[in-house]
């Protein structure tokens, strides 16, 4: 009996922190993600779409981290929004665990692609990696599908808010 | 003056209308240029090999990239499925080698191998195929319909749209096959689906 009560305990402890790790990486759909967007007032997002399968988009999320810390007394919001699909969550959590990754990262919980690639941008192939650059104040909504380094993401940024 | 400011009206109009244009490859309803390119057995192969074809099923892929690779089998199924109905598969990888090694000739010999290929997988060294159907992802499908003026772009898009799990609902190709078969148009003729940004070629 005794046995069987730690086991349950060990059971409910074993996915509470299974939770606690999940709500690192919230899911959201496009809509709610357009309405924070358009709130945002004068704060630029900038929105980069990636998937943990992805090398490119790997390669360049250091460059992303770096532009919030620089930024990090501006109205600056950087956000990783990961397309690995609502059932790889527990791969994407792990993933910002092993990176230490700094930024918010949020999962995108959409099924339909006809629905909410050309939602994003009509420009959007639906090839990653690919970042939106938003600042609702200005009404600037610029979408990229290319790959960054530090220095045109910077100038990418400091163009919208100069 | 009124008529310059109606001429820079119309300038801008024509600027920006131009600007639209993002996409300056093949559209749907152009009729495709042949080519010519190696496959894994070194042949070459060409649209005007298949003298019995009623069409291709023309796809951009490569050895890399996770969503490519997930439809491999998806795509073997395709060809054992219409080569037989005129309608075979062509593969090429439009990725540049050199900005990717996994990519080069040899690594999509040994894939193609591996994977036991029933379709020619098509080396394209200068990314020019790539380059006129303006490709942008793998995998990226285009449908060509052969008609008395040559082959015509039908369908642009998506094999079907479950491009992560592999359990899709809706089969755009094979629908699209259906509706050139019984001589209606694809519908839709252009879907979008999330995939990895092709490998281009530095510009020296």
Known sequence: ?162 | MKTISILSIGLAILFSAKGQVSNNGYQIGDVIENFRLKNVDRKEVSLADYPDAKGFILIFTCNTCPVAKGYEDRIIALDQQFKSQGYPVIAINPNDAEADPEESYQHMQQRATEKGFTFPYLYDPDQIVTKRFAATHTPHTFLLQKTDEGNVLQYIGAIDNDSMGGNPDTKFVESGISALESGKRPEPNTTKAVGCAIKWKKST
């Not at chain 1, 496009?30 to 990636?50: M, S, Y």
């Not at chain 1, 600056?76 to 092993?98: A, I």
């Open chain 1, 1 to 162: 009996m005794k046995g069987c009560l730690t086991l349950v305990f060990a059971f409910a402890l074993l996915s509470a922190a299974r939770s606690i790790a999940q709500e690192r990486v919230p899911l959201t759909s496009l809509d709610a993600l357009e309405k924070r967007l358009e709130k945002g007032g004068d704060t630029t997002f900038v929105v980069n779409l990636w998937a943990t399968w992805c090398a490119p988009c790997v390669a360049e999320m250091p460059h992303f981290e770096r532009l919030q810390r620089e930024y990090t007394d501006k109205p600056l919001r950087v956000l990783f929004v990961s397309l690995d699909g609502t059932t790889h969550r527990d791969v994407v959590v792990k993933f910002v665990d092993n990176k230490e990754l700094k930024n918010e990262v949020w999962l995108l919980d959409e099924k339909d692609q006809q629905y909410f690639i050309p939602k994003v941008s009509p420009d959007w192939s639906g090839a990653i990696p690919a970042t939106l650059f938003v600042n609702t104040a200005k009404g600037v909504r610029i979408f990229r599908e290319q790959e960054f380094d530090y220095q045109q993401l910077e100038n990418s940024y400091l163009s919208i808010v100069r």
